[in-house]
Structure formats: structure tokens, C-alpha cells
């Protein structure tokens, strides 16, 4: 389990001076100040969790999980994680441990994937039978196993990311941090990762902490997201609830018939002037609050011959984006 309570990191940031003057003035005497990057941050996941973090570059992120992680100390409050101190780095619990960062390598960029793979099975002190039977399972589940013996550099972005999940889960971690773990891949390579990491939690139940601008992983893989704001935690619970409480608005998508698409368009700038509408083709898409939704459906079927018509949600990353704009803290 982690458990975070009261956590706060300030960083102490020169503050370069205006002017020649000012610069000279420093070479002697230099003013710094303090950014909280986590200001009052508490929270706890359990095992065979998949927390999501959210927020905007700069919120927190990255700083909460390298804290979690050991990597860098906190200015005060507690955390324990699998019951550990993770900044005391006990070699117990970096054994237990995994963290991917999507714009960080950690495999030798001229070896083959393999030979990095037999470094990490000495330093983590993996037995022969496990190293081979995950090595089997992971290559299998990620589709990668025709590509162990070619070198890192080699490979396509999607297949770099492939084997440095492998690297990041050979010796069975507990606990595993994913910061971007998809940045920078095609959608088939973000399928994939994301359809592996669904699987692996069900079979091996670890804690997952993912952060991510891609909200489709995290509405895929997490069912509960935790939305930080200037370093704070202004949301932590169901993605569900968020998504039903402060979505305002549903879509309604239809086609019509060719040559009803003069006549619809211009019912629908009359009838919603000031209503979000995209015409593609034959495709309409109608972006409306809630509580006009059935009024209009009615409408829309009354006046013309609508098709494969359905009534969707608005994108959870425009509900994220429109609740971390407003001051929540």
C-alpha cells in the first residue's frame, strides 16, 4: 500500500536580477525564492490499483513521483510505501519497485534488448527460472519477441517502448510508476502498451501510479484519477463521478441523407446559433447541455430522416481541462 499524508516540496529558485547593475550585484549577493511544486498533497492506494494523475505541466506530477519513488527528498510530511521510506532507498524496496519515464531510456542504446535484460537479472538478483519464464511472458503479451536480439537503436519508438516495459517489470515489481509511458507513439503502439498494462495488473495485482496527457489512458486504464492544481490535490475518486457531475454538456451524432445537408445545416444554425456543430460528409455532430438533449433529439426526428443516431459524453479530457481551469482549491 502508499500512503501519502501532508506532503510538501519547495524548491529554492534563483531569482536573476534586472540590468547590469543587478547582475553585478549578484556575482556578491543572489535572492533566491521558494515554488511549492507539492503543497499539502495526502492520498492512499491500495494494491492491484491504477491511480491516474492529472493536471497541467508544471502541477506536481512528476515531483510527487519521484518523491515516491526515492529519487528526490520531501520538505516534510510522511510517506510509506509497501510500509518502506522511500528517500531512505533500502535496497529491500528498490528491489520491489519500478519507474518508466516515457522521455528517459534506461537500455543500452548499442546492445540488444536481451543483453540489457541479463545485466538487470544480476543486479536485481533474479533467480534463472523466473528471468526466463517473465522474459517468455513479456515478450509473448507485448509481441515483441522476434526483436531480443537487435540492437536498442534499431528499433521503431513503439518497439523501444515495448522492450523498456519489459526492462521496467523483468523482476516482478510491487509497485510501479509510469510517467508518459506512451508519449511520442503511434496509436497501435498506445493500443498495445495500454491492452498490456490492462492484462499484467489483472494477472499480477502490483500498484500502478500513471500519469499521462493522453487521456485515453487514463480513462482506459484507471478508474480513479487524482487532478492536481499548483501542487495541490483538488480531486481524488472515481473518473466516473467527475465525468457525470461536471460534464455539462452531451453530443449528439447522426447522419442524414445528401440532399437533406443544405436543409439540416441551416436548421441547426438557426434553431442552435451558439451551439457547437461539425459537418463532415453526411456526418453530424451536435454539441448541446444536458437538459436540451431530449428537445432536440425529438426535433432532429420530426423534421428529417436521421441514421445510426447516439448520444454521447463529452471527451473526459475537455471536462478535466474545463474543472482544472476553474479556481477548485
Not at 492506494?45 to 529519487?71: M, Q
Not at 515495448?162 to 509510469?178: G, N, R, S, W, Y
Not at 503511434?186 to 492484462?199: E, G, I, T, W
Amino acid at each position: 500500500m502508499i500512503k501519502v499524508e501532508n506532503l510538501c516540496k519547495s524548491f529554492k529558485i534563483y531569482q536573476k536580477p534586472p540590468g547590469l547593475k543587478g547582475s553585478l550585484k549578484a556575482l556578491f549577493k543572489r535572492d533566491y525564492f521558494y515554488k511549492n511544486a507539492l503543497d499539502n498533497v495526502s492520498l492512499q492506494v491500495e494494491p492491484g490499483e491504477i491511480l491516474g494523475l492529472v493536471g497541467a505541466n508544471g502541477a506536481g506530477k512528476t515531483t510527487l513521483v519521484k518523491i515516491l519513488s526515492g529519487i528526490i527528498y520531501p520538505t516534510s510530511g510522511e510517506v510509506s510505501v509497501l510500509g518502506y521510506n522511500p528517500w531512505k532507498r533500502d535496497n529491500r524496496y528498490r528491489k520491489q519497485l519500478s519507474l518508466i519515464m516515457g522521455q528517459k531510456a534506461q537500455l543500452w542504446w548499442d546492445l540488444p534488448a536481451f543483453d540489457s535484460f541479463l545485466l538487470l537479472k544480476e543486479i536485481y538478483q533474479i533467480s534463472d527460472k523466473n528471468f526466463y519464464k517473465n522474459i517468455d511472458y513479456l515478450s509473448n503479451s507485448l509481441n515483441i519477441s522476434h526483436q531480443m536480439k537487435t540492437p536498442v537503436r534499431k528499433l521503431s519508438l513503439g518497439e523501444r517502448m515495448k522492450v523498456e516495459l519489459m526492462a521496467t517489470l523483468l523482476h516482478d515489481p510491487k509497485v510501479i510508476f509510469l510517467d508518459e509511458p506512451t508519449i511520442g507513439l503511434d496509436l497501435m503502439s498506445q493500443r498495445a502498451v495500454r491492452s498490456f498494462l490492462a492484462q499484467y495488473r489483472k494477472e499480477k495485482n502490483p500498484i500502478i501510479i500513471l500519469t499521462s496527457h493522453y487521456m485515453q489512458d487514463i480513462e482506459e486504464l484507471c478508474r480513479r484519477i487524482a487532478l492536481i492544481k499548483n501542487g495541490s490535490i483538488i480531486y481524488d475518486g472515481p473518473i466516473d463521478k467527475i465525468h457525470k457531475d461536471y460534464s455539462q454538456f452531451q453530443s449528439i451524432n447522426f447522419e442524414v441523407l445528401d440532399s437533406d445537408i443544405g436543409r439540416i445545416q441551416n436548421f441547426l444554425i438557426q434553431k442552435f446559433p451558439e451551439n457547437e456543430k461539425e459537418f463532415i460528409d453526411n456526418k453530424i455532430k451536435l454539441r448541446l447541455k444536458k437538459e436540451l438533449v431530449g428537445e432536440a433529439t425529438k426535433e432532429l426526428l420530426e423534421h428529417f430522416s436521421i441514421d445510426n443516431l447516439s448520444i454521447n459524453q463529452i471527451d473526459i479530457s475537455k471536462v478535466i481541462e474545463n474543472y482544472l481551469q476553474h479556481d477548485q482549491t
